[in-house]
């Protein structure tokens, strides 16, 4: 049981022998087909002894319309952070999808480790506009740093267009190609079993630039995809997907490991000791979970990223009959998911020796200090040390009679270390001493907030430079704020670094002073470039090349000419009123207004609805030329009796068309004569009977 795991019992073999109907085969064949096409949950690829699960993103419903994009994603293995996801791609088959139609088999190379996506979600996005010059630009900013490992991004459909990826570290830095971990291109349709399609080429990634690029001739396929695994906590994620040609639209998936930690709390000299209380830290040292050991001792965190880094925390239960219980040893043990589950995090607790010593270390403004180290001189012996725990607390004890001085170290990042703490223990007391209490003195924080068109920006850098060169950024979260900690006195100079798809409204450096205060209000306001577009057609709804459209603003203008597809568009407008101008092309006349007027805003419209109409000229038809007619003579040279003043004949009506041509009236016309031949000589045959 030192695992924690509980074991199996015996089992018992038998044999049967079953004759089966061909109907009941078949029916068994197509269950075991349906089977086999579900999602896998449990991979067999795992080492042995792990338990390893595997899962595809939920999605929050897509809030917002063309140009302006936003949900949420969540993986579901346990302790990854959700991601707020903003894009200004355009409309029009964009959103969650639900995977029935398109999905990665378990056959691809993604599929072989994460399982199929069959029935599992994704997300479906455009470009700004159809255009080379239009991309969008998708941000993913996670709630927190991810783990190194245990999790996938997959980018599909991209065969007439390309996606440049890239992403940001814990600290804001760039991430390189080689940290973003690219897997391979493969295509979905080329594999069995696939989605009702077909498809063989593959995508090409270049590390150098992180671009991401469909075949060679921009044709457009189905099923071109490559897959990534990063391979360092990403704070956020940016693509930005560009048009080749053609009308593309690219898939997005993400995918999650997991794996499970477990352990026994032994009591010395005793067995299994129940109660005690468990804390799973993730790799940054947020609190992920807790949990208490059970009657066996034994504990578990089921499902969490397979990623290396996290830490399991024990504190004894309390010991009302006795003199309480500490843990010998560590107090703190690593738990590496990244291979295979962790197993055997065990602890062993004993009980107290007197005297212990015990208190707290929090910052001066009350937040608990883990970390710190705490030393007890001992005269004539080695010093006692241990560090506080995740709420800032601490126990040594054997603490011997005499005198002693408490001494504390800070973790790094304090500036400044407390002064130290004297005891006595009298002699023969048990008596524990509490309430050793340590104030970490903190410099001042420096926050502010990112925002463009009143909301908040996240995933943008900020940086600063301080007395003495000091340096520091950060990156903004989901809401756009940011901040910075432990800044000594001095003057700084703060700097906004503008995500793709973003330019500076206003300053992007700020001057402040810091002093014994905190420094709030440093903000940065960005501005998301509008785009106008619109589409010439005629009275038949056919595209017009070749009309030009005149874009006004302020910074002046900005001629255009559509395309064969009829369309126009312009990007990067700064804010402002725009008006919109057709010259009606020759050959046409306006069938509508050929003037229009838009305001984007710092929110980054794309108004791409500027459309204008109009209607061909028919070509001018010259009237009949009737020759001249000479003085006193017919056009033909003769002469013309004068009967008297004449009367205009009138014009011959046209005919209805009948559908018979000459041919058949004459063929009727024959028939009639013959008719009426008979006819007669019938008569005349009566006359003479008569």
């Not at 998708?138 to 991004?153: K, L, V």
């Not at 390309?162 to 991430?175: E, K, P, S």
């Amino acid at each position: 049981m030192g695992n924690g795991r509980r074991a199996r019992p015996g089992s018992v073999s038998y044999r049967f022998a079953v004759r089966l109907s061909r109907s009941t085969t078949a029916l068994l064949a197509a269950a075991l087909a349906v089977l086999l096409g579900l999602p896998f949950v449990l991979l067999a690829a795992a080492p042995a002894g792990a338990a390893t699960t595997a899962g595809w993103a939920a999605w929050d419903p897509l809030t917002g319309s063309g140009g302006s994009f936003a949900t949420t994603m969540r993986l579901p293995a346990g302790g990854f952070p959700a991601a707020a996801v903003s894009s200004d791609s355009r409309a029009g088959q964009v959103g969650i999808q639900s995977g029935v139609s398109s999905w990665l088999s378990a056959t691809t190379p993604v599929g072989a480790k994460y399982g199929s996506s069959q029935g599992q979600p994704y997300l479906n996005l455009r470009p700004r506009a159809d255009s080379p010059t239009a991309p969008s630009t998708t941000t993913y900013t996670f709630e927190r740093p991810t783990p190194a490992s245990g999790w996938t991004f997959v980018l599909g459909d991209i065969d007439a267009d390309q996606v440049t990826v890239t992403a940001r570290g814990a600290g804001g830095q760039v991430l390189t190609g080689a940290e973003l971990g690219y897997r391979s291109s493969f295509n979905y349709c080329a594999v069995t079993p696939s989605p009702s399609c077909t498809g063989t080429d593959v995508p090409t990634w270049d590390p150098a630039t992180g671009v991401l690029v469909g075949n060679a001739t921009a044709t457009d396929t189905s099923g071109a995809s490559a897959w990534f695994e990063p391979t360092v906590p990403v704070a956020s994620l940016t693509f930005v997907f560009q048009q080749r040609s053609g009308f593309p639209v690219y898939q997005t998936w993400f995918a999650s490991l997991a794996r499970d930690v477990s352990g026994t709390v032994t009591l010395e000299g005793i067995g299994p000791l129940a109660g005690a209380t468990l804390t799973l830290l993730s790799p940054d040292g947020a609190r992920l979970a807790t949990t208490t050991s059970g009657v066996d001792g034994t504990y578990s965190f089921l499902g969490f990223t397979a990623a290396d880094g996290y830490t399991v925390e024990v504190a004894p239960p309390p010991d009302p009959d006795g003199p309480g219980l500490i843990v010998e040893g560590p107090f703190r043990l690593p738990a590496d998911l990244a291979d295979a589950d962790a197993t055997d995090v065990d602890f062993l607790v004993r009980e107290i020796v007197p005297v212990p010593v015990s208190g707290t270390v929090r910052t001066d403004t009350g937040e608990p200090v883990p970390g710190a180290t705490v030393t007890i001189d001992v005269p004539g012996g080695p010093p006692l040390t241990t560090t506080t725990d995740s709420q800032g607390a601490y126990l040594i004890d054997r603490v011997p009679a005499g005198p002693h001085t408490i001494t504390l170290t800070p973790p790094p990042g304090f500036p400044e270390t407390p002064p130290p703490l004297t005891i006595d223990v009298p002699t023969g007391s048990e008596v524990p001493i509490t309430d050793q209490d340590f104030v970490v003195p903190t410099f001042p924080s420096l926050t502010g907030t990112v925002t463009a068109g009143g909301t908040g920006v996240p995933g943008t850098v900020v940086t600063f430079t301080g007395p003495g060169g000091a340096t520091g950024s950060a990156v903004t979260g989901t809401d756009g704020t940011y901040r910075f900690e432990q800044l000594p006195a001095g003057p700084y100079t703060v700097t906004v670094a503008p995500p793709a798809g973003f330019t500076v409204d206003g300053t992007g450096s700020r001057a402040v002073t810091v002093g014994s205060d905190d420094v709030t209000g440093v903000d940065f306001a960005l501005a998301r470039p509008g785009a106008i577009g619109g589409t010439v057609t005629d009275d038949q709804g056919a595209p017009v090349p070749g009309a030009e459209v005149l874009v006004s603003g302020p910074d002046g203008d900005v001629p255009l000419t559509t395309d064969d597809a009829g369309t126009y568009f312009v990007d990067g407008l700064p804010p402002g009123d725009y008006t919109i101008a057709l010259t009606v092309p020759e050959g046409y006349t306006a069938g509508g207004p050929v003037e229009s007027a838009v305001t984007l805003t710092s929110a980054g419209e794309s108004r791409l609805d500027q459309d204008f109409a109009v209607t061909p000229v028919d070509e001018p038809v010259d009237p009949p030329v009737t020759p001249p007619v000479e003085p006193g003579g017919s056009p033909g040279g003769g002469t013309v009796p004068d009967d008297g003043p004449s009367t205009p004949r009138p014009a011959p009506r046209q005919l209805a068309a009948t559908g018979l041509d000459a041919g058949a009236l004459l063929a009727v016309g024959l028939a009639l004569t013959a008719t009426g031949v008979l006819v007669a000589a019938g008569g005349r045959k009566l006359r003479r009977r008569a």
